[in-house]
């Protein structure tokens, strides 16, 4: 019984770690930015961003979990509605996975871009 409460801890722990270090530099590498003749302002590239992110779970988690389940929501940072054009600034990502087969394991992480000193 000890044994089995230590690996899922363990597996809990990295599910956990891995996840929450996704945020230091997916999200950062897919910004599209724009120069002054797009009318557009800094963007995530979707399609980009869900390729970073699936790369790093599946070598990140595979190993200790038993399902995964990626889950994306892209919306304008202003009022948190559902982004519609492509061009969105804000992104959210959600992780559900069986641990071991008895522990669901969830959790979101949200990401936007904000006007400041590099973004006016």
Known sequence: M??????????FGHVNRSFLMLACAIPESSVVVTDDLEPYSPYYDEEYFQFLVKNYLQNEITDYVDSAE?????????????????HCQGASVTLIAKIKLIFTYEKTLTFSILKGDLYE
């Open 70 to 86: 990626v889950r994306y929501f892209y919306y304008y940072p202003e009022d948190e509605s559902m982004c519609t054009d492509h």
């Open 2 to 11: 000890c044994l089995n409460t230590f690996s899922l801890s363990l597996s």
